[in-house]
């Protein structure tokens, strides 16, 4: 099953049961939003979960590219993309919880196959603000699904203040054994679902009050699911990833953890120019560098005759065609090249400035910040090229 057929089911499914599709904005949040990229589907609905009436009704869902900053640093795992789409679902002040949880376990199990004795739950334990999740916990007992019970792991909130609430999620079995243990205690748990009660709005004093409605917001990482059904050990061999797992590593020769991160760094750096951000020093712009250089460090690691003027323009015509994005591939081509060769000469100037005789032996704070503030090396640049010191 690939990542089209798992999206045109989950779709359908939602419309047969009253729910309207509403198209996904791009990675730039609305304006207001204190986040620098849209990172759930819940974020341009923001408004409609505090009570604003939709346009399109009650109930809705929708298919959102998303770009999680939080999750740079855990690329090359099984499971952890920059940017990744996220299938999504909203009762606006209409069903609760255990009408969701009851379609989520149903659309699961039988539209999409998972065996049900590869599934667990997490519920909201309780804390000294707002009691146990007792709805969910009867669902997932009814169906015959393990539960366990946390606090932290199942409270959902969008920062320290705004819309919060329990959550419950669904996790999948990974393991070669039968299921063993709990999501907590054994990470061949794999989150595959969250569904989020959104009833309540922390205020800064930490305080709760309701929101104007009950709502349920519901997020699945398309990649993630998507890469479990086809039985597949990483997102990096779901069907999305096909061309890239077919040129990047005969491209340059580099090994699994090196294609991984190039593969993702430079389809998401992609897909970020294709919404209209540059390169810059702050703000996206920097989020967008970050992502072009940490790949350029990684791909002249062993050979700084490597360019990304090797890589073909079919890569970036699925990148941008699988986003829906009407950017001209030429474009981003353009401007990935034009960073390319900023970063090369940042490179070798940075590689004079530490080759005078202050900067040969360990660096230190002082050092850092000077060779920041007088010559634009940034930190993570400095340490690259003098990796002993970090």
């Known amino acids: 099953m690939n990542t089209d057929t798992v999206t045109r089911t989950f779709v359908e499914y939602y419309e047969e049961r009253g729910h309207h599709r509403i198209t996904g904005s791009t990675l730039i949040p609305p304006p207001g939003d204190p986040v620098l990229f849209t990172t759930s589907g819940m974020h341009p609905l923001t408004p409609y979960l505090e009570g604003r009436p939709h346009g399109q009704g009650r109930r809705l869902v929708n298919v959102q590219r998303c770009l ?14 920059t940017v990744f789409e996220m299938l999504g679902t909203w009762s606006l002040g209409d069903y609760e919880g255990p009408q969701s949880l009851e379609w989520g376990y149903d659309l699961l199990t039988e539209g999409l196959g998972v065996d049900p004795g590869l ?71 794999v989150e595959v679902w969250n569904h989020v009660m959104m009833r309540h709005r922390r205020l800064p004093d930490g305080s709760l009050v309701p929101l104007p409605q009950r709502n349920v917001d519901t997020g699945l990482g398309l990649e993630r699911l998507a890469t479990l059904l086809q039985g597949k050990n990483s997102v990096f061999e779901c069907d999305v990833f096909t061309p890239w797992r077919d040129t990047v590593p005969g491209l340059w020769h580099v090994d699994e953890p090196s294609s991984r991160l190039l593969s993702d760094h430079l389809r998401s750096a992609m897909v970020v120019i294709g919404d209209g951000v540059r390169p810059g020093n702050t703000g996206r712009g920097y989020v967008l560098r970050r992502l072009v250089r940490r790949a350029l460090t990684v791909l002249w690691c062993d050979d700084p005759s490597r360019q990304l003027g090797d890589l073909q ?78």
């Open 119 to 189: 599934l667990h739950a997490t519920v909201f334990g309780g804390d000294e603000q707002v009691g146990p999740d007792t709805d969910s916990l009867r669902v997932w007992q009814g169906l015959g699904v393990p539960v366990e019970l946390t606090v932290e792991d199942n409270w959902w909130s969008n920062g320290p203040f705004g819309p919060c609430g329990p959550d419950s999620e669904m996790f999948l079995w990974t393991g070669c054994t039968p299921p063993r243990s709990t999501p907590t205690q054994d990470e061949r748990w």
């Open 313 to 390: 323009g079919e890569l970036y015509r699925h990148t941008l065609g699988h986003f829906g994005q009407t950017t001209d591939p030429d474009e981003v081509r353009r401007v990935l090249l034009d960073e390319e060769r900023r970063f090369g000469l940042l490179l070798e100037r940075g590689r004079q400035v530490l080759s005078r005789p202050r900067f040969r032996g360990p660096l230190d704070e002082e050092d850092l910040h000077y060779l920041h503030d007088t010559h634009g090396l940034p930190r993570d640049l400095v340490l690259s090229l003098r990796p002993q010191d970090s």
């Open 68 to 81: 999680r900053t939080t999750d740079v640093d855990e690329v090359g795992d099984p499971t952890h993309l």
